[in-house]
C-alpha cells in the first residue's frame, strides 16, 4: 500500500479541520440537535468525507472538545508568555477562554456519556495537566507579586470559572454571554490581594481531583 501523499495528507488535515469549525459554530448557535449533513455542508465538505473522518455524532464532539481544549491550552501558554506580570496573565486567560470554556461546559452536559469516555483519552488528560501546570505557576507568582490573595489555587479558579460558565435554562443565549462576561469581571477583581479580604473555608477539591498531578 502506497503512503499518501503530503497533498492528501495536508487536504485531509484541511478537512478535518474545517469540519470541526462548522461543527463549534453551529453547536453553539443552535445546539447539539444539529444534523450531521448541516455540518458537512457548512464545512464544505460531502457526507462521506464526514463520515469517514467522524463516524457518529459522539466522535464529533470528542473532536471539537479536543480542539477546544487545544486552543485553551494555547490562550494560557500565550498569556504566560507575552503578559508582563502573572495577574495580567490571568485576567487575559480568564476573558479570552471563557467562549472555549463555556462550549465545552455545554458539551460536558448534553454529552454526559461521551464526556466521561473523553477524560480517559491520553491526549485529554495531557491537555488537561498542562492547562493546570500553567494556571498554577501563574497562581504562585501572582501570589508572589502580591495581586493574588493568598489562599486560593489554580483548582479554585477552574471550578469558579466552570461554575459560572454553566448555561441558565430558559435565558437567551445572548444574555447569557453577557452575563458571563459581567461576572467574570467580579470574580477576578473578588480574587485580588488586599487588606480587608475575609478567610475562606477550606478547599474541598484540589488539582488532583482535577485532573492535574
Not at 495528507?9 to 448541516?38: C, K, T, W
Not at 478567610?199 to 492535574?212: F, R
Request: aromatic share 4%; proline share 5%; no cysteine.
Amino acid at each position: 500500500m502506497k503512503n499518501e501523499s503530503p497533498r492528501l495528507r495536508a487536504d485531509a488535515r484541511h478537512n478535518r479541520e474545517q469540519i470541526i469549525e462548522a461543527a463549534r459554530a453551529l453547536i453553539a448557535e443552535r445546539g447539539v440537535e444539529v444534523p450531521m449533513e448541516e455540518v458537512a455542508r457548512r464545512a464544505g465538505v460531502g457526507a462521506a468525507t464526514l463520515y469517514r473522518r467522524f463516524p457518529d455524532r459522539e466522535a464529533l464532539v470528542r473532536g471539537v472538545a479536543l480542539d477546544g481544549f487545544d486552543r485553551v491550552v494555547a490562550i494560557a501558554r500565550d498569556a504566560e508568555d507575552e503578559e508582563p506580570d502573572a495577574w495580567g496573565a490571568l485576567a487575559r486567560f480568564v476573558r479570552r477562554a471563557s467562549a472555549e470554556l463555556r462550549l465545552a461546559t455545554w458539551l460536558s452536559i448534553w454529552f454526559t456519556s461521551t464526556w466521561q469516555q473523553l477524560r480517559a483519552e491520553p491526549e485529554e488528560q495531557r491537555l488537561r495537566q498542562a492547562l493546570l501546570k500553567i494556571l498554577d505557576r501563574l497562581v504562585r507568582r501572582a501570589q508572589a507579586d502580591g495581586d493574588l490573595r493568598p489562599d486560593v489555587d489554580a483548582g479554585d479558579l477552574t471550578l469558579m470559572m466552570a461554575l459560572l460558565l454553566r448555561p441558565l435554562p430558559g435565558l437567551r443565549a445572548e444574555l447569557t454571554q453577557r452575563s458571563v462576561d459581567r461576572y467574570l469581571i467580579l470574580m477576578l477583581e473578588g480574587l485580588r490581594a488586599g487588606p480587608d479580604i475575609h478567610d475562606l473555608p477550606p478547599a474541598e477539591i484540589g488539582l488532583v481531583d482535577l485532573g492535574g498531578s
